[in-house]
T-cell receptor
C-alpha cells in the first residue's frame, strides 16, 4: 500500500471518446503530478497541481486537463482520445520524503 | 531541456552477483535524484533519494551515488537476488521547474536463479 490510490486499474476506450482517471493521495499531500508512460519508455510529465491550481505543465496538448480537489484527490481528463494515448498513467503525490507513485491506470485506446 | 540516459537498457546476471546501473543527466542544476523500481505493468516504488548536496545514500543492499558536476549517478546492488528482477528508473527534477521529474528509459534487470 503506497498511500496513493488510482482508479480504475485498466480501461479500454474507443478513439474519439473522453476519459477521466482518478487519483487519491494522503492527507496533507498538497502537490500531485500526473505522468504518461508509453510501453518501454520512462514516464513523461503531463502536469502538476498544487493546492488546486495547475503550476507546471509538460509538452502535452490542451485536451489533457486536470483537477485537484480539497480532499487530496485529483483527476486527469483526456478528450478526443487518440491511439497514441494508450499508456500507463501514473499520479504521484509529494511529501517531505520525496514522491510516492500510485500503481497506475492502464489505458488502451482502440 | 534535461535529458536522462540509462545504461545498459537491459542486464541479465546470475544470482549472487554485484551489479551497477548507470544514469546520466545533461543539466546539473537539480534538486535531487531519485531511483525507482518498477515491476511489469505496475507503478513506481521509490528506492533511494539523494539530495543535491549528498554524495551517496544506502538502503540495505542498495547504494546510490551522485556526482552532480559530471552529471552521473550509479545504483549499486549487492548480492543480487531473483526478487530484484524489475526495471530500475532514475529521475531528476530541475531546480527551475520545481518538481517536474525527468525520467530515464530504465534498465531492465533479470537475476537468474
Amino acid at each position: 500500500e503506497t498511500g496513493v490510490t488510482q482508479s480504475p486499474t485498466h480501461l479500454i476506450k474507443t478513439r474519439g471518446q473522453q476519459v477521466t482517471l482518478r487519483c487519491s493521495s494522503q492527507s496533507g499531500h498538497n502537490t500531485v503530478s500526473w505522468y504518461q508512460q508509453a510501453l518501454g519508455q520512462g514516464p513523461q510529465f503531463i502536469f502538476q497541481y498544487y493546492r488546486e491550481e495547475e503550476n507546471g505543465r509538460g509538452n502535452f496538448p490542451p485536451r489533457f486537463s486536470g483537477l485537484q480537489f480539497p480532499n487530496y484527490s485529483s483527476e486527469l481528463n483526456v478528450n478526443a482520445l487518440e491511439l497514441d494515448d494508450s499508456a500507463l498513467y501514473l499520479c504521484a503525490s509529494k511529501s517531505n520524503y520525496g514522491y510516492t507513485f500510485g500503481s497506475g491506470t492502464r489505458l488502451t485506446v482502440v | 531541456k534535461q535529458e536522462v540516459t540509462q545504461i545498459p537498457a537491459a542486464l541479465s546476471v546470475p544470482e549472487g552477483e554485484n551489479l551497477v546501473l548507470n544514469c546520466s543527466f545533461t543539466d546539473s542544476a537539480i534538486y535531487n535524484l531519485q531511483w525507482f523500481r518498477q515491476d511489469p505493468g505496475k507503478g513506481l516504488t521509490s528506492l533511494l533519494l539523494i539530495q543535491s548536496s549528498q554524495r551517496e545514500q544506502t538502503s540495505g543492499r542498495l547504494n546510490a551515488s551522485l556526482d552532480k558536476s559530471s552529471g552521473r549517478s550509479t545504483l549499486y546492488i549487492a548480492a543480487s537476488q531473483p526478487g530484484d528482477s524489475a526495471t530500475y528508473l532514475c529521475a531528476v527534477p530541475l531546480m527551475n521547474t520545481g518538481n517536474q521529474f525527468y525520467f530515464g528509459t530504465g534498465t531492465s534487470l533479470t537475476v537468474i536463479p
